[in-house]
């Protein structure tokens, strides 16, 4: 056995446990061997320092290791021939840049290098460099910048676009940095020019990556990091132009999706949808309203809230758009979920949102004015006036869409019953109007004041204050 400082052997720093001693401190034997001029003892020395790391969280065993003053030798370790060593000193450098903003700045000097082992033919290396990136990326502004002027973003998009199958896993790994890089400082927006760089990129990738339980959380982090892109004022015609809205329609409708992919893919749906007509008319060409019926259809109440924020805003649009929401039966689940009041409060306010923009297309059109009623929407809405939304929302929503209705006129050759006053009636809408002008839970004084009209104008027996 060889003998390095201080009678220090192989064997002795092999058999000492990789651990933090009672006072929280690094071994000192382990910074007497990562000091000996011995190579076998100083890598030994290296890899108990890195097995506490992986051993011991980050909040207990990052600043043990910094207080040990070897940081800088470490960094030089990723200049070494030796692969291995540039593999645990990548581990290692990793590891101390997912701790807080403070003890990022002390691996901030391995940026340059970290860039350069990006592109490693070693996988196992280029991969600890690329998640080092993306924790640097993470971290803070001043240091996403630092390793963007270091050349580290241009360096993760040649790697995305590699599409190597050896360097899968590095490909992965840096979709997810990216996802880093466009984490939303607000104070600190990235210039657009910079994120239009980075739109084909992630296009591409969503696009060509086959939907598969190996791609699957890589495709959840380039869907959110597309979504990101919107954080720093990218606009609707730049997203769109990307080619990838037939892409994100066909990954919501795919049973293979994960339900966090849909998820995302909800979250950029969305966006396209709540522009102009013209712009909906894109998700709609690529097949949105199927993929909404499929993710109404699961239990998951996120993913219920995304699909109806996106059938709300479809439902807001031209006459046709509304038509085709009601010919994909997109109606039937928004109605199922604002009258069932064990489900959440913001799933039901965008039910009725849905509900309500459904309703300024009923005077015009008597299949649409046919399907809200038989649909049961009246009831609906009459329900909404009864959500405890804090917000109010809910209730304001139900208010306007039982103003249309009111404001419907139905043929003159109509049977009594289809007339909107026994329609509200049945309903038991004057009651909850005038419960929501009497609730002394109800602070919205503007709703409060569009009940009291709606009730003095059409339901006038009912608009005395109930007796209590």
């Not at 290296?46 to 910094?66: D, F, G, M």
């Not at 994120?195 to 990556?209: G, N, V």
């Not at 966090?260 to 893919?265: T, W, Y």
């Not at 509200?424 to 839970?441: C, G, H, M, T």
Request: net charge negative; aromatic share 4%.
């Amino acid at each position: 056995d060889t003998t390095g400082q201080a009678g220090l052997t192989l064997q002795g720093v092999s058999e000492i446990e990789a651990s933090l001693t009672e006072e929280g401190k690094v071994p000192e034997d382990f910074v007497l061997g990562f000091n000996s001029e011995d190579p076998e003892i100083r890598k030994a020395s290296l890899i108990k320092l890195r097995t506490i790391l992986q051993k011991i969280p980050p909040s207990e065993s990052v600043q043990p290791v910094i207080d040990t003053g070897l940081v800088p030798a470490i960094i030089s370790l990723l200049e070494s021939e030796d692969p291995r060593l540039q593999w645990e000193a990548t581990w290692i450098v990793t590891n101390i840049a997912s701790g807080t903003t403070q003890q990022t700045e002390h691996v901030a000097d391995a940026i340059p290098r970290l860039v350069i082992l990006s592109a490693s033919p070693d996988v196992d290396i280029a991969d600890n460099a690329v998640w080092a990136l993306a924790n640097v990326l993470g971290d803070s502004a001043r240091l996403r910048d630092r390793v963007e002027e270091e050349g580290g973003v241009a360096a993760l998009v040649k790697l995305v676009d590699r599409g190597e199958p050896s360097f899968e896993k590095v490909q992965r790994k840096a979709v997810w940095a990216i996802f880093c890089y466009l984490k939303p400082w607000s104070s600190c927006k990235l210039p657009i020019t910079k994120i239009k760089h980075l739109l084909p990129c992630l296009a591409r990738y969503i696009q060509e990556t086959p939907v598969n339980e190996a791609n699957m959380e890589s495709l959840e982090y380039a869907v959110q990091a597309l979504d990101r892109t919107r954080n720093h004022d990218l606009q609707r015609k730049d997203f769109i132009a990307t080619g990838v809205v037939p892409r994100l329609a066909k990954l919501l409708a795919d049973s293979s999706s994960s339900i966090i992919l849909q998820k995302q893919v909800l979250a950029c749906l969305g966006y396209v949808v709540s522009g102009s007509d013209d712009e909906r008319g894109v998700a709609f060409d690529a097949g949105l309203l199927p993929g909404l019926l499929v993710a109404l259809e699961t239990k998951d109440g996120e993913l219920c809230r995304l699909a109806l924020w996106n059938a709300s805003n479809v439902a807001a649009g031209s006459h046709s758009q509304v038509c085709a929401l009601l010919d994909f039966g997109l109606l039937k689940p928004a109605v199922r979920v604002l009258m069932d009041d064990q489900e959440s409060i913001i799933c039901r306010r965008h039910a009725c949102w849905t509900i309500s923009n459904v309703a300024k297309e009923i005077s015009g059109d008597a299949t649409v004015a046919q399907a809200f009623i038989e649909g049961r929407c009246v009831e609906a809405l009459s329900a909404a006036l009864l959500i405890p939304d804090p917000t109010g929302k809910a209730k304001e929503r139900a208010v306007i869409g039982i103003t249309r209705v009111l404001e419907w006129k139905p043929p003159q050759e109509s049977e009594a019953d289809k007339y909107p006053l026994t329609i509200l009636r049945n309903a038991s809408v004057p009651q909850n109007l005038r419960a929501v002008r009497d609730s002394r839970d109800v602070h919205d004084e503007k709703t409060k004041r569009k009940c009291q009209s709606l009730l003095t104008r059409y339901f006038p027996d009912c608009s005395r204050a109930a007796r209590v």
